[in-house]
């Protein structure tokens, strides 16, 4: 482990309604109380769809539950006619700490490129929300370019021609790995994000590679999150499925108890 907190944040793309919302976090809070977890070890953070986040802050602000609120998607526009969009602005109002960019669903049924990426994360940073940049490669990519070309030039590319960094975390997601049940192995995961780290000191600062979180996520799951998470070089996971199920995202989240550190 490095002396980075481990991040453990929960897509949970376009599932469950507001009502569903709050019943997932109660029983996420119970089990993970129940179970003795130490809150402070861990960020753990979760990322419901817009009509779920007003509800979902006002539990974890009136029962206290130290989770993280992050959201799906933003708009790289401030405001005005843009008709079904969502401001940061809007997105910090309601105390949302994270937000998603680039995920591999919007780059693919959105045709977000590497531009829109750029545009989305400069709109995070504007308004004191921090991106985390999904990138990653497809099947095709990996057969053609092996594993790590991709998702570093994706993460160059969102983070270039900013003024100035603000805080942002990398989630390093092959596509041929979500949702499929296939998973890259802890080593393959590990040696990617070294990668990614090792572009970001060189196109920014060591300081910053070295500050910035970088997780890894597809098909992650309490039997296996223990493996990716050993190495130095994976600071969390990003996880879909199984963070709808409270007690599978529960022991995703409790994963140090799998670890002899
Ligand atoms: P799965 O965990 O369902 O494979 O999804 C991963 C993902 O896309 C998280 O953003």
Known sequence: MSNRLPLIAGNWKMNLDH????????????????????????ETAVFPPFTDLRSVQTLIDAD???????????????????????????????????????????RSYHNENDEVVQAKTAAAFKHGLIPVICVGETLEELENEGAAAVPVRQTLA?????????????????????????????????QVCAKIREAIADAHSPEVAAATRILYGGSVKAANVAGFLKSTEVDGVLVGGASLDAEEFAGIVRFQKHISL
């Open 19 to 42: 009502q569903q919302a709050i019943a997932l976090v109660q029983k996420l809070a119970w089990t993970l109380n129940d179970a003795g977890h130490d809150y402070k070890s861990v």
């Open 64 to 106: 206290k539950i130290e989770f993280s609120l992050g959201a799906q998607d933003l708009s790289k526009h401030e405001s005005g006619a843009f008709t079904g969009e969502i401001a940061g602005s809007f997105l910090k109002k309601l105390d949302v700490k994270f937000v998603l960019v680039g995920h591999s669903e919007r």
């Open 158 to 190: 969102a983070l270039a021609n900013h003024a100035e960094l603000g805080e942002f975390v990398i989630a390093y997601e092959p596509v041929w790995a979500i949702g499929t049940g296939k998973v890259a192995t802890p080593e393959e995961a590990a």
